[in-house]
């Protein structure tokens, strides 16, 4: 984390993580996680336009089981190419290299969203009653894994915005 920032992650008008919260709550690796990803972004100057693409390249980046497979292999193509041309719009200089440091972000979300998982699935080991929604994502995460399969990033992982 940049030298003496101290950031607050906003994942909804009314809820905000500071470090003094996530340490309390034992959120610390996750916090210390989205920060890490945040300052990456602020490096490469991550535009609006460019985190809605890469989220919906997560969302459509599962390996989820479904009928129409060339529609989807469609539609991942589409949001690649379309995240290249917005990078060609707004960006001087090489727009590939440009959205290859953007989708070199995807492995540190993906870790965000394990540790935030994790965090859940201790939290219900130690005796916390979660509610069932929460439940059954966390059985069907454990499930595919069992699987062989890789996990679903979660999209609440990439709606982070960071204020001073």
């Known amino acids: 984390m940049l030298a003496g ?3 607050k992650l906003k994942f909804a008008p009314d809820y905000v993580l500071t470090d003094a919260m996530a340490h309390e709550c034992g959120l610390s690796p996750f916090y210390e996680q989205c920060c890490l990803i945040l300052d990456r972004a602020d490096r490469l100057g991550l535009r609006k336009e460019e985190c809605i693409l890469l989220k919906a390249i997560i969302v459509t980046n599962c390996d989820v089981q ?6 989807l292999r469609k539609l991942r193509d589409d949001l690649l190419a379309s995240l290249h ?3 060609a719009v707004i960006r ?8 290859q440091n953007l989708l070199l972000l995807l492995p540190s979300i993906r870790q965000a969203d394990c540790l935030m998982k994790q965090f859940w699935n201790n939290a219900r080991s130690d005796g916390f009653k979660l509610r ?4 059954e994502m966390l059985e069907e995460t454990q ?3 069992s ?11 990439t709606k982070i915005v960071c204020e001073m």
């Open 92 to 99: 001087s200089g090489n727009p590939t290299m440009h959205v």
């Open 132 to 135: 069932k929604l929460l439940v």
């Open 85 to 87: 041309d917005c990078a």
């Open 147 to 157: 699987r062989g399969s890789l996990e679903t990033s979660s999209v609440k992982s």
């Open 5 to 7: 920032l101290r950031r």
């Open 66 to 71: 479904v009928e129409e497979s060339l529609a």
């Open 143 to 145: 499930s595919t894994n």
